[in-house]
């Protein structure tokens, strides 16, 4: 529907446009001004925020959304790879995590659900040393 991303893909756009009217408005039709999703697909769906105030720096808190499947998330930064990637199962999801190395990480689930990785419990709010990890959540 418009105004929407999905009504310029819908009609055409190949990139985000210069109005939410899209290909049909006969404007310009490559423009950043709408680009801010990106920052939504990796610290909304991903959950990835680089918190320079706390010692830890990345904190990951994804937003665990019931319309999808599975999120994949991955950023080169200057300290390494950082992955969140998760995957719905039934009703539980695997949520895999990617820290480099001489980072620790916070990380953040709703408080309602139950969290263990390589077997032993986490809750919301752990820290994560670096390394690769496998988070098995369940709601509670």
Same mark, same amino acid.
């Given at each position: ?10 009609? @055409? ?21 709408? @680009? ?6 990796? *610290? ?15 904190? =990951?808190? #994804? ?5 999808? !499947? ?15 990637? $998760?995957?719905?199962?039934?009703? !539980? =999801? ?5 820290? #480099? ?8 689930? #709703?408080?309602? $659900? ?19 990890? *496998? ?6």
């Amino acid at each position: 529907s418009h105004p929407s991303y999905g009504f310029q893909i819908g009609h @055409g756009a190949t990139s985000l446009t210069e109005n939410w009217d899209g290909p049909v408005s006969g404007n310009s039709q490559n423009h950043f001004m709408l @680009g801010h999703i990106l920052e939504w697909f990796y *610290t909304g769906l991903g959950g990835i925020e680089l918190d320079f105030s706390r010692s830890e720096v990345l904190v =990951i808190e #994804p937003h665990f959304e019931t319309a999808l !499947d599975h999120v994949t998330c991955a950023w080169r930064s200057p300290a390494g790879r950082i992955e969140s990637s $998760w995957v719905r199962r039934g009703a !539980d =999801i695997v949520w895999t995590l990617e820290i #480099p190395c001489g980072l620790k990480a916070l990380i953040r689930f #709703p408080k309602t $659900w139950s969290a263990k990785a390589d077997g032993r419990v986490l809750i919301s709010g752990t820290h994560l040393e670096s390394g690769r990890w *496998t988070v098995n959540l369940s709601q509670a």
